[in-house]
């Protein structure tokens, strides 16, 4: 059977089937392309450089960091409902370490608050179709953690994804303690600068934070942070595996070392693991991760 010419008529109709195919081609493109969140208080804020890079590495991923010191999970709920439905993560960490004294927090009990809230953030985020990764943060010089050290907290996340379908923890701070317990230094890896006695100082003097010196809240460090490092490389490659069967994750083709390093000594983004993990960086939505927005 011949087919006619195409008149007027039919060639902009042609053009137009051309076109649409073309956007919904775009389109898959973009919504298949990963697109990593990390929500957290000042030790993800300290991290974001190294987390960042180190997720950006495949060349493919988009990264969101919204971090801010003394902030709790519901600091941030409002702003996980609108990312979760306007930059619409395929996946997000949830690194939070207990802070109790901005108002949304006052007058509750520090778990059930943490229970309640990150419950609550995990089912805004799986309701539009990301995975959720509930990071362990490192302890304080001062808690207590349990035999297997874990805090309280990591216990709550361990629930918290026991619970929930595409959720899962990452033993992030298992990079920069001693088997879950406080430390402040540790032997250096491939690609770190190595102290007297081959270690690195993976803890701030203050106890709670990972600049080897004493810096004013939310101030950059000005010297090599190999804590930041660690922990928001450990992050990244959380974030970057695919879950298994039991939701426990698998490596993706990332080239890891399981040091968070890569096998050439670099940490992830070809830089040589000595960044300051000061939590800058150009990140979308906000300068230096972005404070919460207001209630």
């Not at 361990?158 to 929930?164: D, K, L, S, V, Y």
């Not at 701070?173 to 993976?202: H, K, M, Q």
């Not at 695919?242 to 939701?247: H, I, L, S």
């Not at 992830?268 to 939505?285: K, N, P, V, Y």
Request: aromatic letters at 6%; charged letters at 25%; proline letters at 7%.
């Amino acid at each position: 059977m011949r087919i006619g010419r195409l008149g007027p008529i039919g060639w902009l109709f042609v053009v137009a089937i051309v076109l649409v195919a073309g956007a919904v081609a775009v389109d898959r493109t973009s919504d298949d392309r990963p697109r990593v969140a990390m929500w957290g208080d000042s030790l993800a804020w300290e991290a974001g450089t190294a987390f960042s890079r180190t997720v950006r590495a495949d060349g493919h991923s988009e990264v969101l960091v919204r971090t801010w010191g003394g902030t709790a999970a519901c600091d941030w709920l409002s702003d996980i409902r609108d990312q979760a439905r306007r930059w619409r993560p395929t996946v997000a960490a949830l690194a939070f370490s207990g802070n109790q004294w901005t108002p949304c927090m006052q007058g509750r009990d520090l778990l059930t608050a943490y229970r309640e809230d990150v419950t609550r953030a995990v089912e805004l985020l799986t309701g539009r179709g990301a995975e959720v990764v509930l990071v362990e943060a490192p302890p304080r010089r001062d808690q207590v953690v349990d035999a297997a050290g874990l805090t309280p907290l990591d216990r709550v996340w361990r629930q918290i994804a026991a619970t929930h379908e595409r959720t899962r923890v990452a033993p992030a701070s298992r990079t920069i303690t001693a088997d879950g317990r406080f430390t402040t230094t540790l032997p250096c890896v491939t690609g770190e600068t190595c102290g007297p006695g081959g270690l690195v100082t993976v803890r701030s003097p203050d106890g709670t934070h990972f600049c080897p010196l004493v810096q004013p809240p939310m101030t950059a460090c000005p010297v090599p942070s190999p804590g930041a490092v660690r922990y928001g490389t450990a992050i990244a490659h959380e974030t970057l595996k695919r879950p298994d069967a039991d939701g426990t994750g698998g490596d993706r083709d990332s080239g890891t070392d399981g040091d968070g390093t890569d096998g050439d000594g670099t940490d992830g983004d070809g830089t040589d693991g000595s960044g300051t993990g000061s939590g800058d960086g150009q990140r979308m939505a906000g300068a230096q991760g972005g404070r919460p927005p207001r209630a």
